[in-house]
């Protein structure tokens, strides 16, 4: 059984910055209620805000689990209280895209099945990346895409 899930590296530094994202629109609030003077804490309050609610929901509605086994992949959201399992012989196509980043390659594996949506994984954000792709190149090689 192959099981994928985010690392915890991954998550350890997204919750550090949302964190220090949030504590920001807190302290520049506690600015404004005090002293409303300065157009730039409005300004530094709305993009702290933002970012701290992209980062919380990339954190809770991103988080997956992905079990491979005996021609079956079990997908599971625990945030959004999604569960499903699909059949390799269901999977439509998968692709494999490559980019060189800082003398570091990012690797993204993106499956696509015939009845029920796609899943991403990528090296750099979830664990047993590697076996994921040898178990995909190996059980369907000819629903691979190219670019």
Known sequence: MIISKPQRKTIFSLTIFTIV????SIYFLRQI??????TWRYIMLGILVLTTSILLSKLLFGYKVIKISHDLVHIYFPFRFFKTTQEIKNLGAWQETKVMTNKTEFRQLK???LNKGYVKLSNQE??????VYKYIKRKAPKKEVRD
């Open 126 to 131: 979830n664990s047993n990346y590697d076996k």
């Open 111 to 113: 499956l696509v099945f």
């Open 21 to 24: 994202c949030g504590f920001g």
């Open 33 to 38: 209620l005090d002293d409303a003077e300065g």
